[in-house]
Nanobody, 123 residues
């Protein structure tokens, strides 16, 4: 089992920045890829970004490419999502998830999930 806890969400104006954190505990975190997903009001959950277990590979959704950066610090068992140039359409609950796989992009591939953190971007 891997337990995940997100933090860092909040209210920000359009154009601003936030950094989300995903703290992990439980089994060896360095063996797991981690992904960020989001679910906006009335929308389905969508993939945002993923990082490999070692951190040497990442993949970003087109909607956030060039604005969001995923990274990890395995010494701290933490994955980050740096979000810059935020837009109102980025408003959503953001979830981190862990998978014993290589850069999965589908939510069904992730067995472990955090509880989510709310990000609200005002125009």
């Amino acid at each position: 089992q891997v337990q995940l806890v997100e933090s860092g969400g909040g209210l920000v104006q359009a154009g601003g920045s936030l950094r989300l954190s995903c703290a992990a505990s439980g089994r060896i975190f360095t063996s797991y890829a981690v992904g960020w997903f989001r679910q906006g009001p009335g929308k389905e959950r969508e993939f945002v970004a993923a990082i490999s277990y070692s951190g040497d590979s990442t993949y970003d959704a087109d909607s956030v490419k060039g604005r969001f950066t995923i990274s990890r610090d395995n010494a701290k068992n933490t994955v980050y999502l740096q979000m810059n140039s935020l837009k109102p359409e980025d408003t959503a609950v953001y979830y981190c998830a862990a998978a014993y796989s290589y850069l999965p992009r589908a939510s069904r591939q992730y067995p472990f999930w955090g509880q989510g953190t709310q990000v609200t971007v005002s125009s």
